[in-house]
C-alpha cells in the first residue's frame, strides 16, 4: 500500500540470507577458594528461571531470536512513476504482475521487469482503490481499499473473471504460499483466507517483544514465512504465519537516505514485495525505481531502536 493525495497521507515494496554468527561467550574463571558465591548465584539463576511464567520465557527467547538485517542493492530497474504501488509480484519470465492504486487511476497491469514497459493494463472501475495482489494457480486475486470487494482476473489477459467478498476489515495486502490466501487490513491482524470461500479460516495478532505491530501492509510469501511492509516506515517485517511472532526486520532506511542525498525528494514510502523463487531474487518497489536487494545480517539500527523505526499507532481511515 502507498500514500498519495487521497490515500494514507503520507502512506506506504537474490537472496537467501544466511545467519549471522553468534559470538562465543568467554567463561569468567574464580580464584580458587571462591565457591560459594558462584554456586550461590548459579542457584538464584536457577530459582528465576523455574519461577518465571512458562510465556515470559517463551518471549525472552522469542525476542532474542528476531534478526535484522540490512540491505544492498545489487540491481536497479525502471518503473513508470506515475504507477502508485500497492501490489506487486513476479511473474516469471522476468515478468512483474502489479495492482496499482488511487480513484480514478488504479489498475491491473503485467510488466516487463528489465524495462519496465507495461504489456497488458487493465483499468478498474474510477470508483475502486487497487491493493494488494497475489497469483494462485491461472488466477490474480486483488484486494480494494476501504471495501470487502476483491477482483479475479485471469493471469495471461488480465481479463476479469469474477469478484468476491472477503471478511477482513479492509483490503491492504495479499499473499499465499500456494494453498491458502494471507490477507492483511492495515492493522495488527494476519488473516488466512480460503481460496474457494474467502472466508477467514484463521488469523493472529503479528507481535515483536510483546507489542502489536499496527499497520500490516503489501505481504509476501517467502521461504516459509510471511514478509510485510509496514505502513509509513522503512521496515519490513518477517513473520511467522503459525504465531504471528516477528522472526526478523529488513531496514530499508539507508536506500532512502541515498536515493533523497541523490535529489529524489519526492519519493513516497517503500511498497511492494516480489520474490522470484526459482532464482533466489527479491524485488521491492520505492519510487521512483524498483529494486533487487540482497540481505546482510546487522547488528541493528545505527540511530534509534526497532520500536522507533518499525512500530506505529493504529491508522483509522474511516
Not at 519526492?266 to 522470484?276: E, M, R, S, Y
Given at each position: 500500500?502507498?500514500s498519495?493525495s ?14 549471522p554468527?553468534?559470538?562465543p561467550?568467554?567463561?569468567t ?8 558465591l558462584?554456586?550461590f ?6 530459582m ?6 512458562n ?12 534478526r535484522?538485517?540490512?540491505i544492498?542493492?545489487?540491481?536497479e530497474f ?14 516469471g519470465?522476468?515478468t512483474?504482475?502489479?495492482?496499482t ?5 488504479s489498475?491491473?497491469?503485467k ?9 497488458i493494463?487493465?483499468?478498474?472501475d474510477?470508483s ?23 477482483f479475479?482476473?485471469d493471469?495471461?489477459?488480465l481479463?476479469?473473471r469474477?469478484t468476491?467478498t472477503?471478511?477482513?476489515?479492509d483490503?491492504w495486502g495479499?499473499t499465499t504460499?500456494?494453498k491458502?490466501?494471507f490477507?492483511?487490513?492495515?492493522s495488527?491482524t494476519?488473516y488466512?483466507?480460503?481460496p ?9 495478532d ?8 499496527y ?5 509476501e510469501?517467502?521461504n ?8 509509513q516506515?522503512d ?5 511467522s504465519?503459525k504465531d504471528?511472532?516477528?522472526l526478523g ?6 536506500l532512502r ?9 519526492q519519493?513516497d514510502?517503500?511498497n511492494g ?7 533466489n ?5 520505492l519510487w521512483?525505481k524498483l ?7 546487522s ?5 534509534g531502536?526497532i ?6 499507532k493504529p491508522?483509522?481511515?474511516v
Amino acid at each position: 500500500m502507498s500514500s498519495g493525495s487521497v490515500k494514507k497521507r503520507p502512506r506506504r515494496s537474490s537472496l537467501q540470507p544466511s545467519s549471522p554468527m553468534a559470538s562465543p561467550v568467554s567463561p569468567t574463571f574464580w580464584k580458587k577458594g571462591s565457591v560459594l558465591l558462584p554456586l550461590f548465584m548459579v542457584l538464584c539463576v536457577l530459582m528465576l528461571f523455574f519461577v518465571t511464567p512458562n510465556t515470559s520465557r517463551k518471549s525472552m527467547f522469542e525476542v532474542s531470536s528476531t534478526r535484522i538485517y540490512s540491505i544492498e542493492v545489487v540491481n536497479e530497474f525502471p518503473h513508470d512513476p506515475n504507477a502508485f504501488t500497492q501490489g506487486l509480484l513476479y511473474g516469471g519470465n522476468d515478468t512483474l504482475f502489479e495492482s496499482t492504486g488511487l480513484y480514478h487511476q488504479s489498475s491491473v497491469r503485467k510488466v516487463v521487469l528489465q524495462t519496465g514497459k507495461v504489456e497488458i493494463l487493465h483499468k478498474m472501475d474510477s470508483s475502486y482503490f487497487g491493493e494488494g495482489l497475489t497469483l494462485l494457480g491461472e488466477r490474480l486475486f486483488q484486494v480494494t481499499w476501504l471495501k470487502k470487494t476483491g477482483f479475479i482476473y485471469d493471469r495471461y489477459n488480465l481479463s476479469k473473471r469474477g469478484t468476491f467478498t472477503h471478511q477482513m476489515q479492509d483490503g491492504w495486502g495479499l499473499t499465499t504460499d500456494g494453498k491458502i490466501l494471507f490477507g492483511s487490513d492495515g492493522s495488527s491482524t494476519l488473516y488466512q483466507l480460503d481460496p474457494k470461500t474467502f472466508k477467514v479460516i484463521g488469523k493472529g495478532d503479528v507481535k515483536y517483544k510483546g507489542h502489536d505491530v499496527y499497520n500490516i501492509n503489501e505481504l509476501e510469501f517467502i521461504n516459509g514465512e510471511v514478509w510485510a511492509n509496514i505502513w509509513q516506515t522503512d521496515c519490513i517485517a518477517r513473520i511467522s504465519h503459525k504465531d504471528g511472532t516477528v522472526l526478523g526486520w529488513i531496514l530499508l532506511n539507508e536506500l532512502r537516505e541515498n536515493l533523497i542525498a541523490a535529489g529524489n525528494i519526492q519519493i513516497d514510502v517503500l511498497n511492494g514485495i516480489a520474490w522470484d523463487r526459482e532464482n533466489n531474487r527479491l524485488f521491492g518497489k520505492l519510487w521512483p525505481k524498483l529494486y533487487e536487494i540482497k540481505l546482510h545480517p546487522s547488528s541493528g539500527p545505527s540511530q534509534g531502536t526497532i520500536e522507533q523505526l518499525c512500530l506505529r499507532k493504529p491508522f483509522r481511515f474511516v
